[in-house]
């Protein structure tokens, strides 16, 4: 998914938060958000959805999450935990070789 830095609305040329709405996903897959910015990429996303099963974990919810994030790939760092949704825990991490804009 690309997202082109023109074409989102801004207040003081500078985004805080964009809203994207991504199309139906299934667990444990990896979502990529590429933001644009005059023909050149300027941040890269990654939305992971994690699936926390209560009978097949010895671990607390958080201790899940916080061992996830704890041995990402170094080349993220999170951004976000979003709100879960049953065993649903959705994971935002931006990549440390871009730049924010």
């Known amino acids: 998914m690309k ?7 801004f207040k003081n ?6 809203t994207i709405l991504v199309p139906d996903y299934k667990p444990n ?6 933001v644009v910015s005059g023909g ?5 996303y ?14 607390s919810r958080f201790s ?3 061992d996830i994030i704890n041995n990402y790939d170094k080349n993220y760092s999170l951004v ?5 949704s049953g065993s649903k ?7 440390n070789n871009t730049s924010l804009v």
């Open 3 to 9: 997202i082109f830095y023109n074409d989102l609305q």
């Open 13 to 18: 040329n500078m985004a805080k938060e964009v």
């Open 29 to 34: 897959e990896r979502i990529d958000i590429n």
């Open 40 to 44: 050149k990429e300027v941040v890269k």
């Open 46 to 59: 990654r939305l992971e959805v994690v699936v926390f099963d209560e009978q097949q974990q010895d671990l």
């Open 64 to 66: 899940f999450v916080q």
């Open 80 to 84: 976000e935990v979003g709100n879960d």
């Open 89 to 95: 825990i959705p994971l935002l991490f931006r990549d």
